[in-house]
């Protein structure tokens, strides 16, 4: 899985590409420590290129939602595809992680 961050207006937008695996997670949970700025609570993931995840990349997206709720923060998600989408609703990961249509509106829902 490949991963690019940057920062817009105090938020951080990063976009995954790739399998969210059990390969893939460890790496990402890596990354993200090395590129994570204690004064941005809010990020952005936008998955639109991410067409499969695995109970790890759940693992580590929980990680990341607690890991920012911990410093008043606020995780959105953007762009999940549709078997993505499914396993959130399955694994009942869809009734506590914010996810929009739209990088847009995760902005919007980050902003507000």
Excluded: H
């Excluded at 067409?51 to 997206?61: E, F, H, M």
């Excluded at 549709?82 to 902005?107: H, S």
């Amino acid at each position: 899985m490949e991963q690019i961050i940057r920062y817009q207006d105090g938020v951080g937008v990063v976009a995954l590409s790739g399998r969210f695996d059990s390969g893939a997670a460890p790496l990402f949970d890596a990354w993200f420590a090395q590129q994570d700025k204690p004064e941005i609570n809010r990020y952005l993931l936008d998955l639109a290129e991410v067409p499969y995840i695995t109970s790890a990349g759940l693992r580590s997206l929980l990680k990341l939602l607690k890991l920012l709720e911990g410093r008043g923060g606020k995780l959105v998600l953007c762009c999940v595809v549709g078997p993505v989408q499914d396993l959130f609703k399955i694994a009942g990961f869809a009734g506590f992680l914010t996810i929009c249509e739209t990088r847009e509106a995760a902005l919007d829902a980050l902003a507000g």
